[in-house]
């Protein structure tokens, strides 16, 4: 029998394994170790980032869809979750998977011009629809409270077990393992998606439309389950951080969060796996960083910075971090079918 | 039996006609050859069987059901799949990649239930029965195995539009459209590329050829079909299509476009 990829298959399982428990064993027992609760905090704010930085690579990097307006999802699933917690007394948990689907929705509206337009006329288009988004929160006072933002959002209530054993989350710690369950979860699923049928579809309409088209693949259905997923990710993320932070504002829909998010899947390694995952820790924590510096000048330098970051790594390193290491291991592990 | 036909497509650009009422047919099992001076309206017809442009008149029956109205995805899940003049593959993805993403079963499943089988069944089982292998077979059949796992991009020009052939073929296709598929190829290329399709056709694919070079669709086609100005001048085997004066003044009167 013939067969397409054999031989790879087997490139060192039991390595591979191997250091994926002991990653996942470093992450759990992090927080035990590193008790600061200021760095707690930063690592629930990279936890969010992670999934804002793979919702937005999902379509972009793997779907060739530009969109400039991501923060949107991730606002309006803070808006929705904090809202409906708020008014309708449903429980914050149930909150995180109703401000996904909220803003699965919105992307599903987002994704409809997607049909007709590509390239700069999209990535105008979502800027629009993420500015508008932006101007509802800012000027609905009577829902949103505009400028003020929201503020007294409950928290992620207790689970309990029997009557007087419960898991509290109001921790930074408890927090922590909630955003890497999430980050577990959507990465697998992500990674699944992107080893599938259905991202094979995904990469040949990024390649060439017409092209995907001709073999079968209605693209207009493809790019909106697209738009429709990452949107979701994007919102869960988004009430999560409402949830946690108890506070929100029509800021978190502002175009220099999509920037950072972009930012950071750039610096990462845009149309990879790991890459946003990297990215957006390196940066979460790079900008904690600035923040000192900030205090110090009194300036608003993390914009500035990123700005740099972003052209300097789309000039000198166009396949991020991930490029830099793949170039390494690849040196390490050169096999003799791979040289040409 | 007659698989594809057109009565009467139309297709205007503003004020120029591009193909005028053009009746065409295709019998099982054929290879119609389509040729004419550059504008003719060749690709342009090529482009309506295939659902890129919408006919702005006429009807297109492909096993005697209407397909004039349908989405370009949709042609190709009933069965035919076109190649382009300028290849359309996808050069970041590996060789394999390329004809394995046409190899996913879509004719039996909306885009949506591919989401939920890819999200909710394991990798290995949702995979249509059979894909590598499969996509073995053909990638021997155009000659690219050893090159498999190459990105597309780094393929020379003539094996680009071999890879599309294999790709088209992944969809299982009854009848294939190809655009100029021996352009920019050298003379032993283009053998290889008459072979090629001799091949895909003795496999039961009714096959519509647009060529310019007529040493190559001279001896593949088994019927030729000429148009000029975006309407059909002649229909015939090539014997009396060589000879018909209405072809001479078209290729020799106007621009002169042949290449031997």
Known sequence: MVCLDGEEIMNNKSVRYGSIIIGLAVLVLLPIVITDRYIQHIMVLAGIYVLLA??????????????????????????????????????????????????????????????????????????????IMRMIAMNWVGLTRGSLGLYGIPPLTPIRFGEDRAIEFVTEASAYYVILLLVFAVVYFIRKLHRSEFGISVESLREDELGAESIGINTSQYKLAVFVISAFIAGTAGAFYAHYVGLISPNMLSLGITFSIITMVMVGGLGTITGPIIGAVVLTSLSEGLRFVEDAINLDIRMIIYGIILILVILFMRQGLIGVFGGFSRYFNQKPEASR | MIIL????????????????????????????????????????????????????????????????????????????????????????????????????????????????????????????????????????????????????????????????????????????????????????????????????????????????????????????????????????????????????????????????
């Open chain 1, 54 to 131: 793979i919702s937005w690579n999902f379509l972009a990097g793997f779907a060739g869809q530009l969109n400039l307006g991501h923060a949107a999802f991730f606002g309006i699933g803070a808006y929705a979750s904090a809202l409906i917690s708020m008014h309708l007394h449903i429980s914050p948990w149930l909150g995180l998977l109703l401000g996904g689907f909220i803003a699965a929705i919105f992307g599903g509206l987002l994704g409809i011009p997607s049909f007709r337009l590509s390239g700069p006329f999209l990535a105008i288009t979502t800027i629009g629809f993420s500015e």
């Open chain 2, 5 to 260: 036909e057109g009565k009467k497509v139309t297709k205007r650009f503003g004020g120029l006609v591009a193909v005028n009422a053009v009746d065409f047919e295709l019998r099982k099992g054929e290879i119609l050859g389509m040729i004419g001076p550059n504008g003719a309206g060749k690709t342009t017809l090529i482009n309506m069987i295939s659902g890129f442009y919408p006919a702005d008149e006429g009807s297109i029956l492909f096993n005697n059901e209407d397909i004039t109205r349908l989405k370009s995805s949709d042609i190709n899940r009933k069965g035919i799949c076109r190649t382009f003049q300028i290849v359309r593959i996808f050069p970041k993805l590996t060789i394999a990649d390329n004809v394995r993403s046409a190899l996913v079963d879509r004719k039996s499943r909306s885009p949506w239930k591919v989401v939920l089988d890819s999200l909710l069944k394991s990798n290995k089982k949702q995979s249509t029965q059979g894909i590598e292998e499969k996509a073995a077979d053909l990638l021997n059949l155009v000659g690219l195995y050893d090159f498999r796992h190459e990105l597309a991009e780094n393929l020379p020009y003539a094996y680009t539009k071999r890879l599309e052939i294999a790709r088209s073929l992944a969809t299982n296709p009854e009848v294939l459209l190809l655009d100029e598929p021996t352009s920019g190829m050298n003379p032993k290329e283009q053998n290889d590329q008459i072979d090629l399709i001799h091949t895909i056709n003795e496999q039961g694919i009714s096959i519509i050829i647009i060529e310019h070079v007529m040493r190559v669709i001279m001896s593949i086609s088994d019927r030729l079909m000429v148009l000029h100005y975006g309407e059909k001048i002649a229909d015939g085997v090539p014997k009396t299509i060589y000879s018909d004066p209405k072809v001479i003044e078209a290729y020799l009167g106007g621009e002169a476009h042949v290449e031997h």
